[in-house]
């Protein structure tokens, strides 16, 4: 693996794995990507027990750690002293990683899926950046969408009475307001809430037409332009 940290087990278009990876990119930490098949998540994931999701991080020493949130606290508090996660404000910072991990999350999917056709164009977009078998991604990219657009989205969209667009808007209304006068949640640096927040609009932002009804939120794409700046992408 050479002078590799560690392995991410990952999906191109998973909001989770993003935002490891919005970390990685920050720090500039030489890393493995190991793109697995979506439709054998499991399978590949199962020398991580029964979590079955991913993304899962393991570390060149053998440590294995799942579930996006603690793999960012880990890689931070390894490979960078922890710089990151630290806070004076430490009620903050619990209280906007939560919301990140729930409201922004919770918006995700239904901005995705949140239509036929945006769940259609998503779909087939989600077939082309990951690794299905030969067939399997064409069939995933036309009978996947009424799925997820049936089930999860719907369900999501109904729990706040907004449509996908709105709540993405009134979401980064929120965020902007408690950014407030400075550049990042972190201040004049970014935070590890920022990546997180990041990390969720860049799985969006690979599906173009998703990404268009957040795109017209000023202020918002101003902080992710910002974001993009000091993260380089690899
Ligand atoms: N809380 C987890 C969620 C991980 C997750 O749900 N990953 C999805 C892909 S985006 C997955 O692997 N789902 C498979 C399943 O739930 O069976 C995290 O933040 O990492």
């Not at 054998?40 to 029964?50: H, L, P, T």
């Not at 089930?151 to 709105?166: L, N, V």
């Not at 993405?168 to 935070?191: K, M, R, T, V, Y």
Request: include cysteine; proline fraction near 4%.
């Amino acid at each position: 693996m050479g002078h590799e940290i560690g392995s991410l087990y990952m999906l191109n278009t998973c909001p989770f794995t993003w935002k490891v990876r919005a970390l990685l990119n920050h720090l500039n930490l030489p890393h493995e990507k190991i793109q697995i098949n979506p439709l054998k998540i499991k399978k590949s994931v199962s020398f991580a027990g029964d979590w079955g999701k991913t993304p899962v991080w393991k570390m060149s020493d053998g440590e294995i750690v799942v579930d996006s949130t603690p793999i960012m606290k880990r890689i931070d508090e390894v490979h960078n002293n922890g710089n990151l996660w630290r806070s004076d404000n430490q009620e903050r910072r619990d209280k906007w990683m939560e919301w990140a991990d729930t409201k922004v999350k919770d918006a995700t999917i239904p901005i995705l899926y949140g239509s036929i056709g945006s769940a259609l164009s998503t779909t087939r977009s989600v077939a082309k950046h990951e690794r299905f078998g030969l067939f399997t991604g064409r069939i995933y990219a036309w009978l996947g969408f009424p799925i997820m657009w049936g089930i999860i989205a719907k369900k999501r969209t109904k729990k706040t009475g907004m449509q996908p667009g709105e709540l993405w808007h009134h979401l980064l209304n929120e965020w902007i307001e408690e950014i407030g006068e400075n550049a990042f949640f972190g201040g004049n640096e970014p935070h590890i809430v920022d990546l997180a927040v990041f990390g969720y609009m860049q799985s969006i932002e690979m599906h173009p037409k998703a990404f268009r009804l957040i795109e017209n939120h000023e202020n918002g794409m101003l902080w992710f332009n910002r974001m993009k700046n000091v993260a380089a992408i690899q």
